[in-house]
T-cell receptor, first 113, second 116 residues
Framework: LAKTTQPISMDSYEGQEVNITCSHNNIATNDYITWYQQFPSQGPRFIIQ???TKVTNEVASLFIPADRKSSTLSLPRVSLSDTAVYYC??????????????FGRGTSLIVHP | GAVVSQHPSWVICKSGTSVKIECRSL??????MFWYRQFPKQSLMLMAT?????????EQGVEKDKFLINHASLTLSTLTVTSAHPEDSSFYIC????????????FGPGTRLLVL
């Protein structure tokens, strides 16, 4: 079961790029890395998922080094609406009954004007 | 992305009553759904794994007789909080596993339960 470690909080300003790193030293071979965004009183929203190297979509990029023991979520040009808690989740959902998704404490990102 | 709905979005009930929360995958079939509980300023805590057509698997410390889970179809799972007490007041969130290599979880909007 891969345990994740993230900074508890981060501050940024509008228009800046924000990078949030997640450590997952005991990631398994078949595990994927998924990032979620959560606003207060809402369910988490899927941001991006990757297995290795770099993945980019319309809202974020995900960088995964070769050893896969960490990953970095990159949010380009953040706005006030990006203020939220960000979680990284590591696991293999296709593993059936052995998949137990475990959320860490997440990173509370505050974007200032 | 895939869409998951929950109903109701919030509920207030008296102590001792039972409350049922529905979780539906609207545009995909979810063989597996998860139920989480989240207290204020805390992370999501997995309560149980719900598999279509079989009994749910509960995490340690979660009373299976108090939190009844039924996953009767590939698009519907229900969580019933039986004989609710004020300490059961929380934010309950479900998710469904969608297909693909990483079997991504997609989450519902959550249900706020307040037990008086």
């Amino acid at each position: 079961l891969a345990k994740t470690t993230q900074p508890i909080s981060m501050d940024s300003y509008e228009g800046q790029e924000v990078n949030i790193t997640c450590s997952h030293n005991n990631i398994a071979t078949n595990d994927y890395i998924t990032w979620y965004q959560q606003f207060p009183s809402q369910g988490p929203r899927f941001i991006i998922q990757g297995y290795k190297t770099k993945v980019t979509n319309e809202v974020a990029s995900l960088f995964i080094p070769a050893d896969r023991k960490s990953s970095t979520l990159s949010l380009p040009r953040v706005s006030l609406s990006d203020t939220a808690v960000y979680y990284c989740l590591v696991g293999d959902g296709a593993s059936g009954g052995s998949y137990i998704p475990t959320f860490g404490r997440g990173t509370s990102l505050i974007v200032h004007p | 992305g895939a869409v998951v709905s929950q109903h109701p979005s919030w509920v207030i009930c008296k102590s001792g009553t039972s409350v049922k929360i529905e979780c539906r995958s609207l545009d995909f079939q979810a063989t597996t759904m998860f139920w989480y509980r989240q207290f204020p300023k805390q992370s999501l805590m997995l309560m149980a794994t719900s598999n279509e057509g079989s009994k749910a698997t509960y995490e340690q410390g979660v009373e299976k007789d108090k939190f009844l889970i039924n996953h009767a179809s590939l698009t519907l799972s229900t969580l019933t909080v039986t004989s609710a007490h004020p300490e059961d007041s929380s934010f309950y969130i479900c998710s469904g596993l969608a297909g693909g290599p990483g079997e991504t979880q997609y989450f519902g909007p959550g249900t706020r339960l307040l037990v008086l």
